[in-house]
């Protein structure tokens, strides 16, 4: 299930987006010039980039298979970027076939990839939406037709909230988008922060402002209270290499340039 009907005026390929730079830090090939530049200029200010988000992805791995293997079986995956293989749903039905995915991203091209990938894919569907209108999520068509709130469910906001500022009210996005979710769902958050790293020449916020979404980098104290209403599982809110890692661990150096928080709440 995927949104038709995405109009040449809606991407805007002038500016920077998040999505396409997250890409490129991955390695990937679905950005444009302007992306690569703007990514490059982080890198300059802040080398751990690429290395934060490879450590950002595998954390979503780890935590997506955590929360199939506790039961979930239907996931709102919100600003998941562009389709980069293995997708969520592809992590999940590792697990269990019959995991539901429910996409959502504000980037048209993100849409347009997802439809691609997508169409042929039972079970899984796009919105176009923004996290800042949690409302107009929830209350989707797609949303509604895959998701049954009766029932667990896994909202992912991976690498996502550090583009809401602090007068966009995050707690409160997160309040209206987990306020309907019985018990046994769970809550998985990433968020960008300059505890690890404080010493970076430049400041890439610089570079975010150019682009669609600005950043807003945030603290272990500010990072932990978005957790409210759900018990974190172990080890709690942690670098992201050290949350239930699967391999070697990295160095201490290396570890200290990884710039995300990462966490899972459960609701008892």
Known sequence: MIEPGFSAEQIDTSKPHPARMYDYYLGGRDNYEVDREAAERVIAMAPEAPASARANRAFMRRAVRTVVRAGVRQIIDIGTGIPTSPNTHEVAREIAPDVRVAYVDNDPIVAAHAGARLTNTSGTGFVLAD????????????????????????????????????????????????????????????????????????????????????????????????????????????????????????????????AFYGGVGVRE
Not at 152 to 160: G, H, I
Not at 218 to 223: H, V
């Open 131 to 258: 996290v800042r209108d949690p409302k107009a999520i929830l209350g989707h068509p797609v949303v509604r037709e895959l998701i049954d709130f009766d029932q667990p469910v896994a909202v992912l906001l991976v690498a996502v909230l550090h583009f809401v500022k602090d007068e966009e009210d995050p707690a409160g996005i997160l309040a209206t988008l987990t306020g309907e979710l019985p018990r046994g769902s769970h809550l998985v958050l990433t968020h960008g922060t300059t505890d690890f790293h404080q010493d970076a020449e430049g400041d890439a916020r610089e570079v975010y402002k150019k682009a669609t979404a600005q950043l807003t980098l945030r603290g272990y104290d500010e990072f932990l209270p978005l957790f409210d209403g759900f018990e974190l599982l172990d080890p709690g809110v942690v670098q992201v290499p050290l949350w239930r890692p699967e391999g070697a661990l990295p160095n201490a150096e290396d570890l200290r340039r990884i």
